[in-house]
């Protein structure tokens, strides 16, 4: 195991007035708490000995609304991994985030905003949102979805997209979000395992400005998915698409005046959305989110978490088919927020295209993946003054500390905190969090969010002080996938099956001596060099100080004489070909112990969300079998990796 670095000193001190607005340190004074970093831990042991208290205080004090009144919190009688939340509950997500406040004070307030790459910009309020859901819910209920019907999402973040989001919810129906890059055969597979009936698509998209035709994959996709009856089509770019008769209909020809339908008076426990994640081998997950369990996690991680108040702003760089999405059309909604949903990239059309958005829109919290910022750090962009700006949330990777420390210092210029976030789909959002109004060292995590009871284990299923291990929750809180879809023994294998009673969530984590979180990477990815157990980020955190790298890849790779050693994929900051010290840097900055051997490349393969997919670059490098690359950007292409030479030979042995 690897030692943990020692304390550090914090770099965001909040001040007064951040802890004053807080939302949760608001409803602890309620609650008999004190307001430090002492009272959160408190606070988190209460939540996670007493949850029938802290879940109904939460939802009280958070204004979530069931129809009708659940009878208890959690019923887990079919089992620790088989929880059901606020059984007896009767609440529908389309009821939170949009009917309720089709009327009242935020009835003019902007909903939704759609930043387009091409500079388009399209706009709801929450009665325009409201009156669109219930439009398209009816015209939907009139071309055959049901209750319980699965509906698909290959579409990009327009406003139509969060309309299709929440109308399917308002019928009870099933919505499977899917990503906007999937081939044919990616997006079939998804459209058979959920048996979608229907598909909400559209014309196409754009990437750097570049059409890309969604309808075309659609239509491939779709002559292997017999069992979807009913396309519907946005027209997005406006550009001529076949359609098929009696099967493809365009959104704008939908009837403006449906007959009302009663929106569904769905269960908690009722499923809302499937969200798949991709994996190496086998098929893809169906990861099952409820009405009551996605509303509550959702809300929970936004107003407690992001510190997230009515009439703000949420701006995030996302996708249909990234769990970001559906939280981004759940969370701030249902409190009352407006989203800013971004399409394409931060850097096109203009290297600064992120901070005009945020000074356009009056965006309060902005979502930003370590990889987006390191591209806006690479293309060298003066951010301006934003003034509105007070938070960004962090989330998708490991942070690099010179990028971290680039964003908080050169563009928050030191009092914009960066919310560091980190849990998965599977959860329905975080498990840690850098809280706001505590201290925060560079790239950490003050604390586990509300409810959830996170440890580190070492490999003996002890928890563990001092040392990296594996990160696992030792409870369950709402959010939990309910199960993958359709496959109940691959979800217990997958999350449960390591220690009794225990989710393994797959990441390698540590607690430093200030009581600060770190995540080292997945803990799948991890490297054992010299007898240590060491994650990627920790190396690539050590050749990033090398200005010259923009961004860098680290992977594991057999070795004959010592078990394992480090190789690294470099994108250098202006191009071209390797400075003759890059490798005696590297090795300098990494310690001889664990420095990479180096391959400079012109791109990393990434999702489309911006992670970096090692595993994909680690069968590419030793010429394996790369697995699932649905979610592969095609514009990083992993040919871009070189494979293996002559010299490397033993390391495919």
């Not at 408190?42 to 000995?49: M, T, Y």
């Not at 984590?509 to 994650?535: E, F, N, P, Q, Y």
């Not at 004959?560 to 191009?575: I, M, P, W, Y």
Request: hydrophobic share 45%; charged share 20%.
């Amino acid at each position: 195991m690897a030692d943990v670095q020692p304390a550090t000193v914090p770099a965001w001190v909040p001040d007064d007035v951040v802890r004053e607005r807080s939302r949760l340190l608001a409803a602890m004074r309620e609650w008999g708490l004190g307001s430090d970093a002492a009272a959160v831990v408190q606070l988190n042991r209460r939540a996670v000995a007493d949850p029938e208290w802290f879940w109904r205080a939460a939802v009280a004090d958070l204004g979530i609304e069931f129809g009708a009144p659940f009878e208890r919190v959690v019923d887990d009688s079919a089992g620790k991994p088989f929880p059901q939340w606020f059984p007896g509950g009767r609440i529908n997500v389309a009821r939170l985030c949009a009917h309720r406040h089709a009327a009242g004070e935020r009835a003019g307030q902007l909903a939704v905003v759609y930043e387009g790459d091409n500079g388009q910009r399209r706009t709801l309020t929450f009665a325009e949102l409201d009156a669109e859901v219930r439009r398209f819910a009816a015209n939907l209920r009139e071309l055959g979805v049901r209750r319980g019907d699965r509906v698909a999402l290959f579409m990009p973040v327009v406003p139509e997209a969060a309309v299709a989001f929440l109308a399917i919810a308002t019928l009870g129906a099933v919505s499977v979000p899917t990503f906007s890059g999937y081939t044919p055969d990616a997006l079939a597979t998804r459209l058979q395992d959920a048996e979608a009936v229907a598909l909400v698509t559209a014309d196409g998209t754009t990437r750097r400005g570049l059409p890309i035709d969604l309808k075309a994959t659609t239509d491939a996709a779709l002559a292997d998915s017999p069992s979807v009856h009913t396309v519907v089509v946005v027209r997005h770019l406006g550009a001529a698409v076949p359609m098929t008769a009696g099967r493809d209909v365009y959104y704008d020809e939908l009837d403006p005046h449906p007959a009302p339908i009663e929106t569904v008076d769905t269960a908690a426990n009722d499923p809302l959305t499937v969200v798949y994640t991709s994996g190496t081998t086998g098929r893809p997950k169906g990861i099952v989110h409820s009405h009551g369990g996605f509303a509550v996690k959702t809300a929970i991680d936004f107003a407690y978490g992001f510190d997230l108040h009515a009439g703000e702003v949420v701006g995030w760089i996302t996708d249909l088919g990234w769990l970001v999405g559906p939280m981004l059309m759940t969370g701030p909604l249902q409190l009352g927020a407006t989203i800013v949903m971004i399409e394409g990239l931060p850097t096109y059309p203009t290297p600064d295209r992120m901070w005009d958005i945020v000074r356009r829109n009056g965006i309060t919290v902005q979502g930003i993946a370590p990889t987006a910022a390191r591209a806006l750090r690479a293309a060298g962009a003066d951010a301006p003054a934003m003034d509105t700006l007070r938070a960004f949330v962090s989330t998708g990777e490991a942070w690099d500390e010179p990028t971290w420390w680039w964003l908080f210092g050169e563009v928050g210029g030191r009092r914009i905190p960066i919310v560091n976030y980190s849990g998965g789909t599977e959860v329905g959002g975080g498990l840690l969090v850098g809280y706001p109004f505590l201290p925060a060292a560079a790239a950490a995590f003050s604390a586990p969010l509300p409810g959830v009871d996170a440890a580190i284990f070492g490999e003996d299923g002890r928890p563990v002080t001092g040392e990296i291990g594996e990160l696992v929750v030792r409870n369950t809180f709402p959010g939990m996938t309910h199960a993958f879809w359709n496959d109940r023994d691959r979800y217990l294998d997958t999350y449960w099956s390591r220690w009794d009673g225990i989710w393994v969530h797959g990441d390698l984590a540590s607690v430093d001596d200030s009581d600060m979180w770190h995540i080292h990477g997945r803990s799948d990815d991890t490297l054992k060099l010299s007898g240590r157990r060491v994650g990627p980020a920790e190396i690539e955190t050590a050749l990033l100080r090398d200005d010259r790298i923009a961004e860098v890849a680290v992977i594991g790779v057999p070795d004959e004489q010592r078990g394992q050693r480090a190789v690294a994929f470099a994108v250098l900051r202006d191009g071209g070909v390797a400075p003759a010290d890059l490798q005696d840097t590297a090795t300098g900055h990494a310690g001889r112990s664990f420095a990479p051997r180096v391959h400079v490349v012109d791109t990393l393969p990434k999702t489309k969300n911006g992670k970096i997919m090692r595993r994909a670059i680690r069968a590419r490098f030793l010429g394996t079998a790369p697995g699932d690359l649905s979610a592969l950007d095609p514009t990083t292409p992993l040919e871009a990796i070189p494979v293996a030479g002559e010299h490397d030979q033993e390391s495919r042995r």
